[in-house]
């Protein structure tokens, strides 16, 4: 993990009240009025990756970088760093100031005002409404550690809506309470102008695959880029739906996403990723159909009322027209939902758990349709869409 020297705090003096006051000026002056509601848009995104606890009390500030050009506000815990431009401003004077997230956030949340004064004369901040004034301790802004930007000129381009697609799609399927970091991360892969996503915990995989346009060298494609969970739906509350491209490059260690408003890094997780390839079992041998996604859903939902943790599991099984869920519990009772389907093969049925299925449907539209393949109660099922979704279920052992 990283790990990072800081310069010694400010040094202190006691107060006649027995508190320790920080010596001369700790901060800049900088004098700003904003749009209350943009910089409260910008401030949660930014503080959700400041850490609630930590030894290194500074981080869990945010950075207000103000400048005649620009108003840009970072966070970081060390190993996932955001920047993220403010619009909204009107800049009085440019200085630079740390905001605790807990305390200005709170300013900015229960305020009514459209419109927000921030003054520091480096002794303190002040924050003025139309009926309130809040005056907060200044820190040091140079004991803040810096936060990567991107000045890439080797990078990737991918659609916005791509990536968030990518994110939703496989984030959800990773398992940050394994020993094994890497599963807590999705892998990304940069080959011939696509790039694909994975995500797996071991007991079920997901994974999608984008186009990609390239500058100069792009990403290399042999290098294992595996990016924290945390980090990925940060990157997808960063980037606005507006955004047409956005840019994405390596740079050591860090994994870099550029938009237009935003730059997030984070630091790669290391270990041995599963080879998905072998993970998803070759087509064909099995049986493969067609379903709506929205009826599956429901009837999944319908079916898992009944289990429990001891016993999670649902039969799925496919006969004549019919697709059968069944599920059961010895302690609350026992479901059959009917799903009619265009099939007319022999009987054939598969335990999955309903909780990795429902988080496969959830992230498609309820009018699409899906593929489901099984072969057998041993084999994998494996799930996909025709816009490059794929989805792999490990089968539960029946012992009903």
Known sequence: MLSTTFKD??????????????????????????????????????????????????????????????????????????????????????????????????????????????????????????????????????????????????????????????????????????????????????????????????????????????????????????????AMQLIERAIDPSDAEVKIALKGNEFLVHSARATISARLLEGRFPDWRKVFPESGGGVSLDLAVGATHAAVRQAAIVTSEESRGIDFTFDEGMLVLSGQASDVGNARVELPIGYNGEELTVTLDPRFVMDFLKVLDAEKMFSMEVRDAESAAVCSTDDGFGYVIMPLARDR
């Open 9 to 230: 705090q400010p040094a202190t003096e006691s107060s006649h009240d027995g508190t320790s006051q920080s010596r001369g000026k700790v901060g800049q002056t900088m004098k700003i009025s904003c749009d209350r509601e943009q910089l409260l848009h910008a401030f949660q995104t930014v503080a959700s990756v400041a850490p609630s606890r930590s030894p290194k009390a500074i981080l869990q500030n945010v950075k207000l970088e103000v400048t005649e050009q620009k108003v840009v506000i970072s966070a970081t815990d060390l190993e996932v760093g955001i920047r993220h431009q403010v619009s909204g401003v009107d800049v009085q004077t440019p200085g630079v100031v740390l905001l605790s997230v807990a305390r200005f956030g709170s300013i900015l949340r229960e305020s009514s005002d459209e419109t927000l004064h921030i003054e520091s004369d480096g002794q303190g901040i002040t924050v003025r409404g139309e009926r309130s004034q809040f005056r907060l301790q200044a820190e040091d802004p140079a004991e803040f550690p810096s936060v990567t930007g991107f000045e890439e000129s080797s990078f990737c381009e991918i659609p916005a809506r791509l990536l968030r697609e990518l994110i939703r799609r496989t984030a959800f399927a990773t398992d940050n309470e394994s020993s094994r970091y890497a599963l807590g991360g999705v892998k990304l892969e940069f080959d011939d102008g696509q790039i694909t996503a994975i995500g797996t915990d071991g007991r079920r995989l997901a994974k999608m695959t984008g186009p990609i346009s390239t500058t100069d060298s792009g990403i290399d494609g042999n290098q294992m880029t595996i990016v924290p969970t945390r």
